[in-house]
């Protein structure tokens, strides 16, 4: 079985300064991992994605996760945060067995600062 | 492109009634999943379609669920008899496949509310 920990709930940061939202995974294989992030109303948009290649990951508008396996982490990262980066954003780790389908993590919810 | 389109972006109905949502899939992904998002709950898997294999319907909380794909491409999800704790965001996607990496592409959702 796989499960995903992002361990802070809510992270308010200042417009410009960095952006670290963290997430632990337990895996009993070599997993895929995901960041998805949600704005209000709106569905679920891929940030970027970690498929045992490169463990530095680049997204898009500027986010980028690194894998490491020896911490069994996947945090995601921005150098400036933007007043449109606020919204909520969940670690995914792909499931086992034909189906794929992914287990979420419960989210951060991030909060920008003028 | 266009993306995955469902439908419709909110309802509202009474308990006790059945409900339909549907999903459009991007043309020509073979896999189809749909998921919950509630309160309290976050997201979870509910049921999933891989071409015409048999679906994968272990997430689906009771019989008053079901779904259907037709023709591998639109999906319909059912609720019977609607309750209150029915009342979530109901998410699908869609992949081109099931490889690992293989990213799902979300819609909007269907805002689901029991009254």
């Known amino acids: 079985a796989q499960s995903v920990t992002q361990l802070d709930s809510h992270v308010s940061v200042s417009e410009g300064t960095p952006v670290l939202l963290r997430c632990n995974y337990s895996s009993s294989y070599s997993p895929s991992l995901f960041w998805y992030v949600q704005h209000p109303n709106k569905g679920l948009q891929l940030l970027l994605k970690?498929?045992?290649?490169?463990?530095l990951v680049k997204g898009i508008n500027g986010f980028e996760a690194e894998f490491k396996k020896s911490e069994t982490s996947f945090h995601l990262t921005k150098p400036s945060a933007h007043m449109s980066d606020a919204a909520e954003y969940f670690c995914v780790v792909t499931g086992s067995g034909g189906r794929r389908a992914l287990t979420f993590g419960s989210g951060t919810r991030l909060q920008v600062q003028p | 492109g266009a993306g995955v389109s469902q439908s419709p972006s909110n309802k509202v109905t009474e308990k006790g009634k059945d409900v339909e949502l549907r999903c459009d899939p991007i043309?020509?992904?073979?896999?189809l999943y749909w998921y919950r998002q509630s309160l309290g709950q976050g997201l979870e898997f509910l049921i999933y379609f891989q071409g015409n294999s048999a679906p994968d319907k272990s997430g689906l909380p009771s019989d008053r669920f079901s779904a259907e794909r037709t023709g591998g491409s639109v999906s319909t999800l059912t609720i019977q008899r609607t309750q209150q704790e029915d009342s979530a965001v109901y998410l699908c996607?869609?992949?081109?496949?099931?490889?690992?990496?293989?990213?799902?592409?979300f819609g909007d959702g269907t805002r689901l509310s029991i009254l």
């Open positions: 043309s020509g992904h073979t896999a």
């Open positions: 970690y498929t045992s290649a490169a463990t």
């Open positions: 996607a869609s992949s081109p496949g099931t490889g690992g990496g293989q990213p799902q592409h």
